[in-house]
């Protein structure tokens, strides 16, 4: 049976890494200009969505790494009866990959992104264009962070239930070396 334990110690991180990345999609750096009587320029404000999506980026990374270590990554342990549980958790895993992966990058972009702050003076009559982060950004990241915690779990526990079950080899295993 897949440990309680380790579940909802995932869980917690999970949602914490979701809390953080909302806070930073709330909390993005905007921009104003400012004038001083021959030039304009930007003037950003404080930036903690990066540090915000960061600690999510993390949080994730760390989730991921502790579910693939309790599982063996489903590569690395022993064989797994044939079952519907293997076969799921085989798609769960892929699923859990991809939508990690979607999570990841939307979070480093966005901070990435955000962290940028455009130097730009202008000294002429047109204002400057100050660069900001898109809306959306962390927000995707986030819900990308909530699949990947859903899917991560269920990967553990299909993959936990197909462990179980360990492959019996009393029948023909299929092409023996001595064939070819």
């Not at 000294?123 to 859903?150: E, M, S, W, Y």
Request: glycine share 8%.
């Amino acid at each position: 049976m897949a440990s309680t334990l380790l579940l909802a110690l995932v869980f917690v991180i999970d949602v914490i890494a979701f809390g953080l990345a909302v806070a930073a999609e709330q909390r993005r750096s905007t921009a104003t200009i400012e004038n001083n009587g021959r030039e304009s320029y930007c003037v950003y404000d404080r930036d903690i969505a990066t540090g915000l999506g960061v600690g999510s980026l993390l949080l994730l990374v760390l989730s991921q790494t502790i579910i693939m270590v309790a599982s063996r990554c489903l590569c690395c342990g022993k064989a797994m009866k044939p079952s519907g549980s293997r076969a799921w958790a085989i798609v769960l895993f892929i699923t859990c990959w991809v939508f990690f992966l979607i999570a990841e990058i939307c979070l480093l972009a966005g901070s990435v992104q955000n962290a940028y702050h455009t130097k730009y003076r202008n000294l002429l009559n047109n204002p400057p264009t100050c660069a900001t982060l898109r809306k959306g950004v962390f927000g995707a990241g986030a819900a990308f962070v909530f699949l990947t915690a859903i899917v991560s779990e269920l990967y553990y526990v299909s993959y936990s239930k197909a462990s179980e079950d360990k492959a019996t080899y009393g029948r023909d295993t299929g092409i023996r070396m001595g064939n070819l």
